[in-house]
């Protein structure tokens, strides 16, 4: 449902740090719209130094890319708390400053996105969605029942 495309440049970051930072992301995702966890996808790219610029000029070498791909639902600060919390996260993990940060978010509706050959359901019916899904795909996202909310 969610889907993080983290970009870094070459070297920066390792397979834990991957690991840990793909666990925060969807946490910090879950915490601030309650989509299940289990649902919450992390893809890194890989940059070399000539593959990234910013106003012309190559790109600071600690500095870090994150668009977001999530449904959309006004909720207020929603946007906000994700964004700082993923700020925060990528501080503290990568001990880079805050000015290496660009997080951006993307909002799409439901209708919008396919996962597992169907559309995505609106924010809160995740569970009747997953009880339709093909038995192969419930064996691929094997998971405890509440979390998808039940």
């Known amino acids: ?13 390792d397979a834990a740090a991957k690991a840990q930072l793909a666990a925060g992301i969807a946490q910090i995702h879950h915490e601030v719209t309650g989509a299940p966890i289990m649902l919450s996808q992390c893809i890194f790219h890989t940059l070399d130094p000539d ?19 999530i449904r959309s639902k006004p909720t207020g600060d929603r946007n906000k708390r994700i964004t700082a919390g993923i700020t925060d996260l990528l ?12 997080v951006y978010l993307s909002e ?21 969605w997953f009880d339709n899904l093909p038995p192969n795909v419930h064996n691929q996202l094997v998971t405890p029942d509440h979390a998808l909310g039940a």
Not at 51 to 69: C, L, R, S, T, Y
Not at 91 to 102: G, K
Not at 108 to 128: C, I, K, N
């Open 1 to 13: 449902m969610p889907t993080y495309e983290c970009y870094t440049h070459r070297g920066q970051v």
């Open 91 to 102: 501080t503290r993990t990568l001990q880079i400053s805050s000015s290496a940060v660009w």
């Open 51 to 69: 593959d990234h610029f910013i106003g012309g000029q190559p790109a600071p070498a600690n500095g870090v890319w994150v668009h977001g791909h």
């Open 108 to 128: 799409l509706s439901p209708g919008d996105m396919v996962e597992f050959g169907h559309a995505l359901p609106e924010p809160g019916a995740e569970r009747s």
